[in-house]
């Protein structure tokens, strides 16, 4: 199956069939139904998601690399069928996933509408979502929906919530030149097996499982490892599962070399030679990092949220 990536310039754990929650907002009794995507049917969705873009980016990577095989597994769910009014990320398949504890231990959740009383919609039915079970955490959705996530993880009277705003960053084809290596380290490729365990401690949004996870991103997704003259992992980045550049990290004692620029620019490189855009969701206050980003040639086209929910004190991350 041949799947072309949109060059858009700005300009065995589901929640089915969970008891209906004692929440503070009335659930959903509408009569559109809830849908889950077929394989076959995933086209469609693909093309329906390109159409909201650039608030659908999330859902565009991840359905953009369930189509090209590289990443299996992903669920979807819609209010109605041809004709969508909400769509949602449901649990993984975890007879196909390759990490499906990473993904099933918590609520991994992204949705969109264009209509916010839909999209409350889909987000009050049971059998799309238990707001009282496992922790939720909501990845790189759009200001409109994470307001409306907000609003209904409130309702709950969960205490443990935090929403983060991130820069949706994106460079295209032939913005970002590759930058030299610097002297006495070498690019490599990155033995999985052998550098996952160092990788996910230094990730910071590290949570349960996350170990099997950058495993099978550095398997099935672009990365780029520069190492130093002893052989040592120092710099690093990954291509995440919905096609956004991830996890980028350069080694305390050689930052200020232009190692971090040199990954991000030569990442890039892999996603050009595909004719991909490179996107990146640089938290707002990180103004170092959107700097550095801008100044390799990416701009902001919009803003993403991310928000984690729990019922319990237990932090849905290691940062939160």
């Known amino acids: 199956l041949h799947v072309r990536f949109e060059l858009v310039s700005f300009c065995k754990h589901t929640d089915t069939g969970c008891v209906t929650p004692a929440t503070h907002f009335k659930m959903s009794n509408s009569s559109l139904e809830l849908h889950k995507v077929t394989e076959e049917e995933l086209p469609l969705l693909f093309e329906y998601i390109t159409s909201h873009l650039p608030n659908t980016y999330k859902l565009h990577g991840a359905i953009y690399h369930e189509l090209k095989g590289s990443w299996p597994g992903s669920t979807f769910y819609t209010l109605g069928w041809p004709e969508i009014r909400a769509v949602g990320e449901a649990d993984v398949d975890e007879s196909k996933s390759k990490c499906p504890n990473f993904f099933n231990h918590v609520r991994h959740l992204n949705v969109f509408s264009p209509n916010m009383a839909d999209l409350e919609d889909l987000l009050t039915r049971p059998d799309f979502i238990d707001w009282l079970g496992r922790p939720i ?94 052989g040592n992992l120092v710099a690093f980045e990954l291509e995440n599962e919905y096609a956004f550049s991830a996890l980028l990290h350069v080694r305390e004692d050689v930052r200020g070399l232009g190692l971090a620029t040199c990954v991000v620019s030569l990442l890039a490189q892999k996603f050009f030679k595909e004719n991909r855009p490179i996107f990146a969701a640089v938290i707002d206050i990180n103004k170092p990092a959107v700097g550095m980003h801008e100044k390799l040639g990416f701009k902001t086209i919009s803003y993403l949220d991310w928000y984690t929910h729990s019922m319990s004190s237990e932090k849905v991350m290691a940062s939160y």
Request: glycine residues 4%; charged residues 25%.
């Open 137 to 230: 955490l909501a990845q790189a959705n759009c200001y409109k929906s994470a307001d409306v996530l907000e609003k209904l993880s409130h309702a709950t009277g969960a205490t443990n919530h935090k929403r983060v705003r991130t820069r949706l960053m994106v460079a295209y084809p032939g913005d970002i030149e590759p930058r030299p290596v610097p002297e006495g380290f070498e690019v490599r490729p990155i033995d999985p097996h052998k550098y996952a365990e160092y990788i996910t401690l230094t990730w910071p949004h590290r949570r349960k499982f996350t170990e099997s996870y950058i495993t099978a991103l550095i398997q099935s997704c672009h990365s780029v490892g520069i190492f130093d003259r002893e």
